[in-house]
């Protein structure tokens, strides 16, 4: 009960060879932990995520990833860049970097900023 939520970065957590495993572990801890935050820090951007040209192929990476990204809380999206590193920045190491609350923005359609 003391611990608020799971924190997945580092390491990629929507590539390909990890997307599913993250997808099923997230899934569980929506169903069995539903006040639980969960962060999601991933080196792509929502864009990337969400192509605004979708195709009829299905991608079951490109389902999974969706998924994790949209039952995620927050959302940490873009490659951290040394160069832009800003140690003054809450919550991201990079000022490209974007902390997005995914709740409000599902509801609203446009992206918006976790304060």
């Given at each position: 009960?003391?611990?608020?939520?799971?924190?997945?970065?580092?390491?990629?957590?929507?590539?390909?060879?990890?997307?599913?495993?993250?997808?099923?572990?997230?899934?569980?801890?929506?169903?069995?932990?539903?006040?639980?935050?969960?962060?999601?820090?991933?080196?792509?951007?929502?864009?990337?995520?969400?192509?605004?040209?979708?195709?009829?192929?299905?991608?079951?990476?490109?389902?999974?990833?969706?998924m994790v990204t949209m039952m995620s809380d927050v959302v940490v999206?873009?490659?951290?860049?040394?160069?832009?590193?800003?140690?003054?920045?809450?919550?991201?190491?990079?000022?490209?970097?974007?902390?997005?609350?995914?709740?409000?923005?599902?509801?609203?359609?446009?992206?918006?900023?976790?304060?």
């Amino acid at each position: 009960s003391y611990i608020q939520g799971i924190t997945f970065s580092g390491g990629h957590p929507l590539e390909d060879e990890n997307v599913e495993t993250i997808y099923l572990l997230v899934k569980e801890i929506k169903e069995k932990f539903p006040n639980k935050d969960i962060w999601l820090y991933t080196g792509l951007t929502l864009e990337q995520i969400f192509p605004a040209v979708v195709t009829d192929d299905f991608d079951i990476k490109r389902f999974y990833r969706q998924m994790v990204t949209m039952m995620s809380d927050v959302v940490v999206d873009g490659k951290y860049v040394e160069e832009l590193r800003d140690i003054t920045l809450k919550w991201k190491g990079s000022s490209n970097q974007r902390v997005i609350d995914m709740g409000e923005t599902i509801r609203k359609g446009e992206i918006v900023l976790y304060n």
